[in-house]
């Protein structure tokens, strides 16, 4: 058996071309636009990479992007008193602080002074114990765009066993609440665990974010088991730069029933999904039909 590959870029450019449609049709209606403002501080590569990733997308998709560059030295008062602002601004409705921070800043003060109405990433406290509620709330975008992708394979999550790989507060938690709301029975591994490749394989779902290269081995698959990997990291291959997820992918492909690549499967979806939250922002703070919830579709397009 060879499994089916997921197809992040596809699913994503669905979801774009959504979020384009309905941004249009709002913009017709009423005259108004969705704004994004992105927060960068210092200069790290990477995370310049996805500020200009993201503020190209949602010009893309119709949207105002307003990206504000602050030197590295930039004090915890002086970004506090920029969100500030912007939490005030009626033509910003997201707000996205690009993580990680300088060491000198408090990550969870900063998040936290985001308004949660305007906290398209999710990570504000009030969403996440909505989000742990079952409650309508802005839900992080990469634990959204695996939703997204998992409901084309799993219609009804009813009786699935979900194992997730990794506990962070960015992926692993909120992927395990969003399974156990659609009542998936969850269980949750992390590096303490001992007994990791014996829960794999009772798992019709996986979803792995280690930051471990290859960590998921085709062994620990029950056969026809959906696997997700977020996993992103840089290594060498034979004297050149690669990117790999965090499953061993060529031979766990011979298992599974279906699987995400990396590069080209969770990425592009997170970004989407950024664009996805920033649109429902955007309508709940004009008291404006929302996308529907498309954690509750089958299909996104």
């Not at 060879?2 to 449609?21: F, Q, S």
């Not at 249009?24 to 005259?31: K, Q, V």
């Not at 798992?203 to 977020?230: F, M, Q, S």
Request: hydrophobic fraction near 45%; charged fraction near 20%.
């Amino acid at each position: 058996m060879t499994a089916e590959l997921i197809d992040g870029k596809a699913y994503a450019e669905t979801v774009r071309a959504r979020v384009r449609d309905r941004v249009a049709a709002l913009h017709a209606d009423t005259g108004l636009t969705p704004g994004l403002a992105v927060v960068l501080v210092g200069q790290d590569p990477a995370s310049e990479v996805y500020v200009r990733s993201k503020g190209r997308q949602a010009v893309d998709a119709g949207m105002k992007s307003f990206e504000h560059r602050l030197p590295a030295d930039t004090t915890e008062a002086e970004l506090l008193d920029l969100i500030a602002r912007l939490n005030d601004d009626p033509h910003v409705h997201g707000i996205l602080v690009q993580l990680p921070l300088p060491p000198h800043l408090d990550a969870r003060a900063v998040i936290n002074a985001i308004s949660p109405t305007k906290d398209v990433d999710g990570f504000h406290i009030s969403n996440v114990g909505m989000v742990g509620t079952g409650q309508d709330a802005i839900v992080p975008c990469t634990p959204l765009g695996c939703m997204i992708m998992l409901r084309q394979y799993h219609d009804d999550f009813r009786g699935k066993t979900a194992l997730v790989i990794g506990h962070s507060n960015i992926v692993g938690k909120p992927m395990a609440r969003l399974l156990l709301n659609a009542d998936c029975t969850v269980m949750i591994a992390h590096k303490s665990s001992t007994n990791i490749p014996e829960l794999a394989r009772l798992a019709d779902i996986i979803v792995v974010a280690a930051g471990v290269p290859g960590l998921v081995r085709a062994e620990w698959i029950k056969p026809g088991a959906t696997v997700i990997d977020v996993g992103i990291n840089r290594i060498q291959r034979a004297g050149k730069p690669a990117l790999v997820g965090d499953v061993d992918f060529d031979n766990v492909r011979k298992v599974a029933g279906a699987i995400t690549p990396v590069p080209g499967g969770v990425g592009p979806m997170t970004i989407a999904c950024l664009l996805v939250n920033t649109l429902s922002a955007f309508c709940h703070q004009h008291d404006l039909p929302d996308l529907p919830l498309l954690l509750d579709e089958q299909d996104p397009s």
